[in-house]
């Protein structure tokens, strides 16, 4: 059983930073791509950031680039999302998500028809 446990929300004031944890089990942990995304309230969720674990490729999205990191350790099995400079509109409930899936049109494969969701952590970043 695919199974994706987050971790690391909390409240930080802005300019803070925060790391996220997504400890995951049930499938081959370098076969897969596995993402964080991201729902404030009253917005659709959306891709914060996505690593194939097969060659290493990232995916970020443009509103957190130069600010958030994506890594991962093979012997905890565990991606990490570091995140910087963190401003109020990075508030939002953080969901780690994986799929088998590697590549769409040439492009990573990181979107919201990922096939495994954990459990989000809310990350709330005050003025």
């Known amino acids: 059983e695919v199974q994706l446990q987050a971790s690391g929300g909390g409240l930080v004031q802005a300019g803070g930073s925060l790391r996220l944890s997504c400890t995951a089990s049930?499938?081959?942990?370098?076969?897969?791509?596995i993402g964080w995304f991201r729902q404030a309230p009253g917005k659709e969720r959306e891709g914060v950031s996505c690593i194939n674990k097969s060659d290493g490729s990232t995916y970020y999205a443009e509103s957190v680039k130069g600010r958030f990191t994506i890594s991962s350790d093979n012997a905890k099995k565990t991606v990490y999302l570091q995140m910087h400079s963190l401003k109020p509109e990075d508030t939002a409930v953080y969901y780690c998500a994986a799929d088998s899936r590697r590549y769409l049109s040439g492009r990573l494969y990181c979107n919201g028809g990922m096939g495994y969701w954990g459990k989000g952590t809310l990350v709330t970043v005050s003025s």
């Open positions: 049930g499938f081959t942990f370098d076969d897969y791509v």
